[in-house]
């Protein structure tokens, strides 16, 4: 009796324990079209994953496409707005080619960060021109072919 008491407990233990840990977030949950809802506008938010942790996204709102760039921390990602970055390259000693583009952070950048909920769903923050603003978003599902 005292060996089966005990090993209930050990397994409410173990089994309390688990719950508790949250799920670690992986890039591969964030890659995808998000729809959000940001003050009753829809936004979509375009996320790719690149090397690690570090992921790119395209965020379409107001007839704009803003590119973004963020890293993965725990269950969320935090973006920042990039800008296209000309650089001129000299057409006597490079054979002809005039610019290349770079993007870098947006030197007034505000960070959007991006939160994945237990339910599937996202949460984020983003500053606006009234303040920082809260929203939510759901993955869109991909089309079936057939």
């Known amino acids: 009796m005292s060996k089966t008491l005990s090993l209930v407990v050990l397994i409410a233990l173990a089994g309390a324990s688990a719950f508790g840990q949250e799920k670690t977030a992986t ?3 964030f890659v995808g079209t998000w729809n959000i809802e940001v003050t009753s506008h829809q936004v979509a938010l375009m996320i790719e994953p690149q090397d690690g942790n570090k992921v790119t996204g395209t965020m379409m709102m107001m007839g704009r496409d803003v590119p973004l760039k963020g890293e993965l921390a725990g269950r969320s990602i935090s973006f920042v707005g990039v800008k296209e970055v000309e650089s001129h390259v000299d057409t006597a000693h ?16 505000k ?32 089309k079936k072919k057939g």
């Open 27 to 29: 890039v591969a949950d």
């Open 94 to 109: 490079a054979g002809g080619a005039s610019r290349v583009g770079n993007q870098n952070p947006a030197a007034d950048a």
């Open 111 to 142: 960070p959007i960060v991006v939160t994945l909920l237990e339910d599937g769903t996202l949460s984020g923050e983003m500053m606006t021109s009234g303040g920082p603003v809260k929203w939510v978003g759901e993955k869109l599902k991909a």
